[in-house]
């Protein structure tokens, strides 16, 4: 089969690869129709995630036809269309018991993240995700092993096309969950940190949950431009107003800033050379950057949401400042699986339409380009699909 596959930073190709068998009873085997390029490819295709080797396979938002089912797969059977859920959860563990699928007990062969774990278990697996998460291959590929079929692959109807589900894979429940996290309701105000897909999202979903004022923090100006004109945010270009807090605080009632803040950036944020250096250097875990403003612009009391990635320590995050304004702090993987049926009825019935995020359609061939568009923010990118088997004539913008 044909897959994308890593080479080394900024270095992707796709070749052939052997097509994936059946490896448990509860396996199926997936022939891919649409996958996604996500911002958490990004950081492997940069290089900064431990466990990437040559020649992994990438790619956790994918969806498409189940092709084989092992013989304990009762959940679906071959012919059925689904979208899979990027976290790998078993379904019947203490964490998937309490929906916490992305904390799934029984899932990673890896170690996880987290620095001082001791004896606690890895969080669940992903897919394409480095060994630190199962090294289990990624979906930018024709065909996928996808374990733990009873559990995650999820059914959605012949009348909605890929794009429009295909990312309740993971940003769609990922923007979902940072709103859920943040408690916006009617009349709430909110900031996010970053324009990406996932930020665009969550603009989306506050937007749905009522907020009345969302400000959003880039500095992208076409995605700052996409996020005013369809969700109403107002935007804040950092690179020419490099203290947003400042200002968000200014437009808020009793300069107390805004009830809830979402950094959907993570640990890759620019804005500090020091700290890009020092994390380049491995000196620093994370840059704080977003984290900071985000602290800085929410009132006290208020909520900090982070669906940004993380890694590691952060020298310059102010606890105290969290202490003293009485924030509280949620963050973390998604647990996609509790929100998909949620999500499909508010897509069904029109009220969220995530495939306006989408600018590149492109055949799975061109992927190593996608990866550069994307990365490079070229050609006004927000999101790309990728599709195995389609013709580059057909390729859209
Ligand atoms: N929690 C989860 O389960 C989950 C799921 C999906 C994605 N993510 C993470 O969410 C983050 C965003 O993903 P994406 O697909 O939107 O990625 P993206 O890279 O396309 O978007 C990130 C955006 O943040 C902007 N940015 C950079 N520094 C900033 C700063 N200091 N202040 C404000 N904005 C800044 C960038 O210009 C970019 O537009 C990534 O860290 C990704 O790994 C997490
Ligand atoms: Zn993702
Ligand atoms: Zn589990």
Redesign the pocket.
């Known amino acids: 089969m044909r897959a994308l596959t890593w080479h080394g930073p900024h270095r992707v190709k796709v070749e052939n690869m052997p097509d994936p068998a059946l490896a448990a009873p509860d396996d199926i085997i997936l022939r891919v129709t649409a996958t996604a390029i ?3 490819d ?2 492997l295709y940069r290089g900064k995630i431990p466990g990437t080797h040559h020649g992994d396979i990438f790619g956790h938002e994918f969806m498409g036809e189940v092709v084989e089912a092992g013989p304990e797969v009762k959940a679906v059977s071959k012919g059925d269309r689904v979208v899979i859920p990027f976290v790998i959860a078993c379904g019947d563990c203490f964490f998937c018991r309490l929906q916490q699928y992305a904390a799934c007990e029984k899932t990673n062969s890896g170690k996880g993240a987290t620095l001082n774990r001791k004896t606690i278990t890895p969080p669940a697996a992903l897919f394409g995700y480095s060994d630190m998460y199962g090294g289990i291959p990624g979906g930018q590929a024709e065909y996928v092993r996808v374990p733990k079929a009873n559990t995650g692959p999820f059914k959605v109807p012949d009348t909605l096309p890929d794009e429009k589900v295909l990312f309740l894979s ?2 769609l429940p ?1 923007a979902w969950q940072a709103v859920k996290n943040a408690e916006v309701k009617q009349g709430s105000s909110v900031a996010i ?7 665009l999202l969550t603009a989306a979903c506050a937007r749905l949950n009522g907020a009345e004022q969302i400000f959003i ?4 100006d076409y ?1 700052l431009a996409f996020a005013q004109q369809r969700y109403g945010a107002i935007p804040i270009n ?1 690179d020419k107003n490099d203290d947003p807090a400042a200002w968000i605080i200014e437009q808020t009632p009793g300069n107390r800033g805004v009830d809830a803040v979402i950094d ?8 500090s050379l020091t700290e890009t250096v020092l994390s380049t250097l491995k000196i620093e875990g994370s840059s704080g ?2 984290l900071r ?1 985000c602290i800085a612009a929410v009132r006290r009391g208020g909520i900090v949401s982070v ?3 993380y890694a590691g320590f952060i020298h310059g995050f102010l606890f105290g400042d969290a202490f003293d304004k009485g924030l509280t702090f949620k963050m ?3 647990h996609v699986h509790a929100y998909l049926p949620d999500l499909l009825n508010l897509i069904e019935q029109g009220h969220l339409t995530p495939e306006e995020i989408v600018t590149h359609h492109m055949p799975l061939e061109e992927a190593a380009r996608g990866y550069e568009i ?1 990365e490079k ?1 070229q050609e006004e990118c927000r999101k790309v699909i990728l599709v195995p088997g389609m013709s580059a004539a057909k390729a859209t913008l």
């Open positions: 996500c911002g958490s990004l950081h993971d940003i990922t940190y970053g324009a990406g897909p996932v930020g923090i880039d500095h992208n995605r950092f959907a950036v993570g640990f890759e944020a620019k804005g950057k977003a403003q669906p940004g990635v973390g993987q998604t994307f923010r």
